[in-house]
T-cell receptor, first 112, second 113 residues
Framework: ETGVTQSPTHLIKTRGQQVTLRCSSQSGHNTVSWYQQALGQGPQFIFQYYREEENGRGNFPPRFSGLQFPNYSSELNVNALELDDSALYLC???????????FGPGTRLTVL | AQSVTQLDSQVPVFEEAPVELRCNYSSSVSVYLFWYVQYPNQGLQLLLKYLSGSTLVKGINGFEAEFNKSQTSFHLRKPSVHISDTAEYFCAVVKGGSYIPTFGRGTSLIVHP
């Protein structure tokens, strides 16, 4: 069974740029969630996708957007990057209706 | 809305000593409770979870937690810690039917030799 994978592991961008982060769900999972974990904080929920549609959203602005593909892999896109977007971005997959999410190793984004 | 409070930001302890990491939650509805561990530069790994039934839950790596509804707590315990337990520990609550966890700010467990 393949776990959740994310790419890239690290990324450096400058303010105002756009970034795309990628996630491959664990085999058999049809739901993916994205989280932002700032330094010294717990993960904050960004949004969740189920069957290629957004299925819940946290308190993040519209410049945070996502996609889920038919194979249940997913992308997180962030436009007009700000310094405060620097964080570890975590992807988690699950089966719809199940209570447990399985997390990937994360992508560390640094905005200069 | 639910919230999670982890009362200690850092817990230093000597190897082979017992440890308790505290977690309190607030919610007006039934909840599911989780503890995750995060090792340096890694994602979150599920330690244990409470959904229903027995209030004492056993997880991986010798950890256990007890759900106390009257005190709205879900403290994590281990009777004897190892150096390898040094990590960040997160408590999370999921409102029944939501499937989206709210995380605490984390407790850094530091095990000294």
């Amino acid at each position: 069974e393949t776990g959740v994978t994310q790419s890239p592991t690290h990324l450096i961008k400058t303010r105002g740029q756009q970034v795309t982060l990628r996630c491959s769900s664990q085999s058999g999972h049809n739901t993916v969630s994205w989280y932002q974990q700032a330094l010294g904080q717990g993960p904050q929920f960004i949004f969740q996708y189920y069957r290629e549609e957004e299925n819940g959203r946290g308190n993040f602005p519209p410049r945070f957007s996502g996609l889920q593909f038919p194979n249940y892999s997913s992308e997180l896109n962030v436009n007009a990057l700000e310094l405060d977007d620097s964080a570890l971005y975590l992807c988690a997959s699950s089966s719809q209706g199940e209570d447990t999410q399985y997390f990937g190793p994360g992508t560390r984004l640094t905005v200069l | 809305a639910q919230s999670v409070t982890q009362l200690d930001s850092q817990v230093p302890v000597f190897e082979e000593a017992p440890v308790e990491l505290r977690c309190n939650y607030s919610s007006s509805v039934s909840v599911y409770l989780f503890w995750y561990v995060q090792y340096p530069n890694q994602g979150l790994q599920l330690l244990l979870k409470y959904l229903s039934g027995s209030t004492l839950v056993k997880g991986i790596n010798g950890f256990e937690a007890e759900f106390n509804k009257s005190q709205t707590s879900f403290h994590l315990r281990k009777p004897s810690v190892h150096i390898s337990d040094t990590a960040e520990y997160f408590c999370a609550v999921v409102k029944g039917g939501s499937y989206i966890p709210t995380f605490g700010r984390g407790t850094s467990l530091i095990v000294h030799p």
